[in-house]
């Protein structure tokens, strides 16, 4: 069984059990959440497709921390110039675990 759902602007496929990390929320270590945008629930043989969501189905996920995600390098750069500036990013992103899938009705 599997679910793809949505959050922070992107999609996840997750399964139960898995760890994903996910655009920053606003949520502290250790408390549920409940993932409610649901684009699409396959069980063994059976698939639901919403549209846009599939109704009343739900993830549970636990918050199990924040994590920095790797380092990126801004250069800007104009030739014959001089204009030249570098900063960097670091995206801070919460680490979940799946723990249920409630695949709602079709």
């Known amino acids: 069984m599997y679910a793809v759902v949505e959050t922070g602007g992107k999609q996840y496929k997750v399964t139960k059990g898995q760890v994903i990390d996910v655009e920053r929320l606003e949520a502290e270590p250790g408390r549920t959440i409940e993932l409610d945008r649901v684009l699409l629930v396959s069980m063994d043989d059976k698939t ?6 599939v109704p009343e189905a739900k993830v549970i996920a636990r918050v199990v921390g924040e994590e920095k995600g790797d380092k990126i390098i801004v250069f800007k750069y104009k030739p014959k110039t001089r204009y030249r500036r570098k900063t960097g990013h670091r995206q801070t992103y919460t680490r979940l675990a799946i723990e249920d899938i409630i695949p709602g009705r079709a």
Not at 48 to 53: A, I, L
Request: zero cysteines; a negative charge.
């Open 48 to 53: 639901d497709v919403g549209n846009p969501t």
